[in-house]
Nanobody, 121 residues
C-alpha cells in the first residue's frame, strides 16, 4: 500500500506561482511512477505530469509544458509540482497518484485526496 498526501494548494492571481507537494509513505517506491492529475468542475480528470521515482524521468501535458516542473526528493519521499505563470484555466483540484511502470498515462493504483488550486483573473 502507498499513502499519498497533497498540500500546497490555494488561491493565486493569474501569472502567479504555487508549489504543490505530495508526501508518499507505505512502501518502497523505486519501481513506481508518481503523477499529478487535475479535475476542474464539470470536466474529466486530466493528466498533468509524471516523474519516475528511480530515474527521475519527467513527462508533461502540452497544456502545462514550459510552465510546470515536476521533481522529487528521494530522502523525503516527496514529489513536487512547481506551477508558474498560472492561468485561470489551471483552476482545478490537483491529485497526486502513484503506480507501477513508466508510462505517463498507464496505471495509477494509489491516489491522494486532492488539493484545490484556484487562479483568479
Amino acid at each position: 500500500q502507498v499513502q499519498l498526501v497533497e498540500s500546497g494548494g490555494g488561491l493565486v492571481q493569474a501569472g502567479g506561482s504555487l508549489r504543490l507537494s505530495c508526501a508518499a509513505s507505505g512502501r518502497t517506491f523505486s519501481t513506481l511512477k508518481l503523477g499529478w492529475f487535475r479535475q476542474a468542475p464539470g470536466k474529466e480528470r486530466e493528466f498533468v505530469s509524471r516523474i519516475t521515482w528511480s530515474g527521475g524521468s519527467t513527462y508533461y501535458a502540452d497544456s502545462v509544458k514550459g510552465r510546470f516542473t515536476i521533481s522529487r526528493d528521494n530522502a523525503k519521499n516527496t514529489v513536487y509540482l512547481q506551477m508558474n505563470s498560472l492561468k485561470p484555466e489551471d483552476t482545478a483540484v490537483y491529485y497526486c497518484a502513484a503506480g507501477p511502470g513508466v508510462l505517463p498515462l498507464g496505471t495509477y493504483s494509489y491516489w491522494g485526496q486532492g488539493t484545490q488550486v484556484t487562479v483568479s483573473s
